[in-house]
């Protein structure tokens, strides 16, 4: 499947900021219709009408999504209003929608669910009791097929997930890549979830919580704006997450995508704020065979994060029983985030001792990382710019300021790959420290003794090539920036990068000066989630009603 492209271009507007240009009419507009249109109006509709207009529409999500009527090619049509009914029960858990099993799409006619043209930012899914009013009772949407864009809608007050994709999974005792001897009840979920894109959609105020003696459901641990079981080949794209909070974990516990195992799938244009992370993902590349292709990976690129409470904010890969996969993270910008937190971490893989017969020589996936702004808070600890678990990684062209370290390789695991290659990166101080497990830990104090020792052969660092090519740009770096504390990143006139990558341009996520980072919903204020949000990332500004 070649998924449809996001064409975002900036051109100036009228007050000297920039905005985003959509000449060919496609953002945020329905995709060519290969089968009927059907509409939803949860105000002025009628279950007994037939569906197929906007005069016409069905009042009640129970009632269509239970009918036969939504096949492949079709687009939902939701009018405008809040959608807070009663759900579907599945598993214990409510849904506001729920599409039978069976109900899927095809590459060449995709399903599509959306927000009906021109009531974009007025279709609110509301996870509310509609008895009571009281919020994180439901969740939003539930789906099991294949090939079904989920576009232009706001998803609030939800319990746990906002769009989640139920796979089949295998029974226990699946055989697991290079495990002689896997232990009980360790099945892989099947590869079962195609063309999934979850388009330009706003998820906020989430809260998985054990309400009412676990009557809504009982509290799964972490919230998330898409889970997807699976996924081969699936997008979350222009899309906003904030504030996802785990009563059972007590902490903020939300991520823009959780998926279990899968294919390619990628995280790209999206904006997060107040959450664990950007991206969560299990048992990658697994299939019930085993002998899932290395090439398939994630990719996170053009995001914009800011308040990243605890974790890994970047795409998490715990490889424990799988061929690993390739991540790339390039074109992001995060910022602000805690004390607990990383930068980047992959592959938190098994150790030989707890799971026996693991084969080590499974953990060789690279991970690339290219073209990223890291600005954490620079407190000491386990704060780090890049931050790299148990594979091989290359560094290249990224910008990491105010960090405690820039790069820490720090699992606790024996066999990892360690650093490969690290160049032309930027760097506030150039103090990096690699541990492996005990086996052998090195700290570097400046940048000259970590670009020394790039060019030697040890436990950690297997480069190509030295590191002759990084900086060091000191402490004072906001003049570097067109505005750092009104969070305008754009590079100054004055930055010292410009210009220092191999081709020409410029290393960090303004590789060349008019990438679009983070997401664009001009349909929806985005301040109602975030309060403080900078205007650049919220041109609907002042929408709402």
């Not at 020394?452 to 590191?467: I, Q």
């Amino acid at each position: 499947m070649t998924l449809p492209d996001l064409t975002l271009t900036l051109v100036p507007a009228a007050d000297g900021k920039q905005r985003i240009s959509d000449p060919d009419g496609e953002h945020g507009q329905p995709p060519p219709s290969v089968g009927p249109n059907i509409y939803i109006d949860p105000v002025n509709g009628n279950d007994s009408n037939d569906w197929l207009t906007p005069e016409t529409a069905a009042k009640n999500c129970n009632t269509v999504f239970a009918s036969d009527v939504i096949v492949a090619g079709m687009t939902v049509n939701f009018m405008a209003g809040v959608y807070n009914h009663l759900g579907v029960k599945r598993d214990g858990v409510y849904f506001l929608v729920r599409l039978k099993d069976g109900t899927t799409g095809t590459a060449e006619a995709p399903i599509t669910l959306q927000a009906y043209p021109g009531h974009e930012g007025r279709v609110i899914f509301e996870g509310t009791d509609p008895a009571t009013g009281n919020p994180h009772r439901q969740h939003g949407i539930l789906i099991q097929g294949h090939y079904i864009i989920v576009r232009n809608l706001v998803f609030r007050k939800m319990k746990q997930s906002g769009v989640f994709h139920y796979s089949t999974r295998a029974q226990a005792n699946t055989p697991l890549y290079g495990v002689t001897n896997p232990p009980v009840g360790m099945g892989n979920p099947n590869p079962t979830n195609k063309g999934i894109v979850i388009d330009s959609c706003v998820f906020y105020d989430f809260n998985d919580s054990n309400w009412d003696g676990g009557y809504w459901g009982a509290s799964g641990g972490n919230s998330t704006a898409v889970r997807l079981d699976s996924p081969q080949d699936c997008e979350v794209r222009n899309c906003f997450a904030s504030r996802m909070w785990s009563e059972a974990q007590n902490r903020w516990a939300g991520t823009v995508m959780v998926f279990f195992t899968g294919g390619y799938s990628k995280v790209t244009n999206c904006t997060v704020w107040d959450l664990e992370g950007l991206h969560f993902s299990k048992q990658h590349s697994c299939d019930p065979s085993g002998t899932a292709a290395l090439e398939n990976g994630i990719e996170i690129s053009y995001c914009y994060a800011e308040n990243i409470r605890s974790g890994v904010p970047w795409c998490v890969v715990t490889n424990n029983y799988c061929p690993p996969a390739v991540g790339w993270n390039h074109h992001n910008i995060i910022i602000n985030y805690w004390n607990s937190g990383r930068c980047i971490g992959y592959s938190v893989v098994a150790d030989s001792t707890s799971y026996p017969g693991i084969n080590r020589t499974a953990f060789s996936g690279r991970q690339y990382c290219y073209h990223n702004l890291a600005i954490p808070n620079g407190a000491a600890g386990d704060n780090n710019g890049m931050a790299v678990l148990g594979v091989g990684v290359e560094l290249e062209g990224n910008i990491v300021l105010n960090s405690y370290d820039w790069i820490v390789n720090n699992q606790t695991n024996y066999g990892h790959e360690g650093i490969y290659a690290s160049d032309y990166n930027v760097v506030s101080k150039g103090n990096a420290y690699l541990r492996n497990g005990g086996v052998e830990e090195l700290r570097f104090n400046n940048l000259a003794e970590w670009q020394a020792a790039t060019a030697a052969s040890h436990t950690h660092l297997k480069v190509d090539n030295p590191d002759a090519n990084s900086i060091e740009v000191g402490t004072n770096f906001k003049p570097f920036f067109t505005d750092f504390d009104q969070r305008d990143f754009a590079y100054s006139g004055t930055a010292p990068w410009l210009g220092m990558m191999p081709d020409g341009s410029n290393p960090g996520p303004y590789q060349n000066g008019d990438e679009v980072i983070g997401c664009r919903i001009p349909w929806f204020d985005l301040s109602d989630a975030w309060q403080d949000i900078p205007d650049w990332l919220n041109p609907g500004k002042g929408t709402n009603t």
